[in-house]
C-alpha cells in the first residue's frame, strides 16, 4: 500500500502526517514537555542556582520592613 494519491486525500495525508509525527524519537522529546519538566532549571537559559526556600526576617528599622533572605544552591 502505498500513500493516497488523488485531489481529495489533503486530509487523510495531512492527519496521516501528524499521527506519523509522534513516532520520531526527536519530535516527541521537543514537544512532550516532560524534558522542561525534568530539567531543574525549567529550561532557563541564564539561570545560575535554584531557590531552596525564602525566609522572611524582621528588622527594627521600620515596623512594616521585612527582608527577604534566600538560600540557594549555585551551580
Given at each position: 500500500m502505498g500513500k493516497c494519491r488523488g485531489l481529495r486525500t489533503a486530509r487523510k495525508l495531512r492527519s496521516h502526517r501528524r499521527d506519523q509525527k509522534w513516532h520520531d524519537k526527536q519530535y516527541k522529546k521537543a514537544h512532550?514537555?516532560?524534558?522542561?519538566k525534568a530539567n531543574p532549571f525549567g529550561g532557563a537559559s541564564?539561570?545560575?542556582?535554584?531557590?531552596?526556600?525564602?525566609?522572611?526576617?524582621?528588622f527594627n528599622q521600620t515596623p512594616l520592613s521585612i527582608?527577604?533572605?534566600?538560600?540557594?544552591?549555585?551551580i
Open positions: 512532550m514537555g516532560t524534558a522542561l541564564h539561570a545560575k542556582g535554584i531557590v531552596l526556600e525564602k525566609i522572611g526576617v524582621k527582608r527577604i533572605s534566600i538560600p540557594a544552591v549555585t
